[in-house]
């Protein structure tokens, strides 16, 4: 079966980094994409950074500069590096896969690990 599996969430100070790993298993279909979305409370899930197979990456213009997503291919393993966290970051981070010609049976989401930035 397929699995997302995620890591690196916590509480954090403003200021503070976090690193958030992914690894997925089981995707017996060619990977287009792997990337990050979040989700806060009261708030629609939103992207926060995507990585193609070639290396071209996307951020939300709220964490450009600040957010380094980097990936491996071969393990089919994607992270995200997240510096000078602001309070307005806190939200549930969702690892996410997205399959070539696979439609919707080849898109896969992650439980959810959540981030909290707070004095």
């Known amino acids: 079966q397929v699995q997302i599996v995620e890591s690196g969430g916590g509480l954090v100070q403003p200021g503070g980094s976090l690193r958030l790993s992914c690894a997925a298993s089981g995707v017996i279909f060619p990977i287009y994409s792997m990337g990050w979305y979040r989700q806060a409370p009261g708030k629609q899930r939103e992207l926060v950074a995507i990585?193609?197979?070639?290396?071209?990456?996307t951020y939300a213009d709220s964490v450009k500069g600040r957010f380094t997503i980097s990936g491996n291919n071969s393990e089919k393993k994607v992270w995200l590096q997240m510096n000078k966290l602001k309070p307005e970051d806190t939200a549930v981070y969702y690892c996410n896969v997205d399959s070539v010609g696979a439609g919707p049976l080849g898109n896969y989401w992650g439980q959810g690990t959540q981030v909290t930035v707070s004095s």
């Open positions: 990585i193609t197979t070639g290396g071209t990456t």
